[in-house]
């Protein structure tokens, strides 16, 4: 565990003990990075962004009796703003219902195209079933980095590896992807 970790449960300590002081000093921490990782998921301005962080936020506070947090904070933290911008999208797109008749009739792009959506689909599981015959580690470390978008340094926290062995993982993994997709790809 690092000095980071460290000072995170700590942090967590005194937050059930309704310190804020260290909620401050965690938002004041974590909250700029967590901006910028929401912004680049909604790919909109910071208000979505900053409404989707807050919430985390105010959920934290609101638990800190009663929270437990199995992972590294931060990891938390990144994850839980990744689980909220999904829930925004699937209510978003629930809510988006119009009735037929009020509905324009407007050419439909490509990528909406049901053949398209569908050949999307097989590949993207395609490439899922690619990731899962990497060996075990290979794969956890790839999932890590690029599902929930760990960096090195955090992967390798939280794995309790070096950052070279992570990078070394990924070079692996995406070196075995790309010589098996183009197999893959290859018409012969």
Not at 115 to 129: F, P, R, V, W
Request: glycine fraction near 2%.
């Amino acid at each position: 565990m690092d000095i980071n970790q460290t000072e995170d449960l700590k942090l967590l300590a005194q937050l059930e003990n309704d310190n804020e002081k260290a909620f401050d000093h965690l938002f004041a921490k974590y909250y700029p990075g967590l901006i910028r990782f929401c912004k680049s998921l909604l790919n909109s301005s910071g208000d979505e962004a900053e409404d989707v962080v807050q919430e985390i936020f105010l959920k934290l506070w609101q638990q800190r009796k009663n929270s437990t947090i199995h992972t590294a904070l931060n990891a938390f933290l990144y994850i839980s703003v990744k689980n909220k911008v999904n829930d925004h999208f699937r209510r978003r797109h629930l809510t988006t219902y119009a009735p037929l008749n009020l509905v324009e009739e407007k050419p439909m792009d490509d990528y909406l195209a049901p053949d398209h959506l569908l050949m999307y689909k097989e590949l993207d599981l395609d490439i899922n079933q690619m990731i899962s015959l990497l060996p075990e580690r290979t794969e956890l470390v790839f999932r890590m980095n690029r599902n929930d978008y760990l960096s090195y340094t955090e992967i390798a926290e939280m794995l309790n590896i070096s950052i070279h062995s992570v990078k070394t993982h990924m070079y692996r993994a995406i070196k075995f992807l790309k010589e098996n997709f183009r197999h893959y790809n290859s018409p012969f």
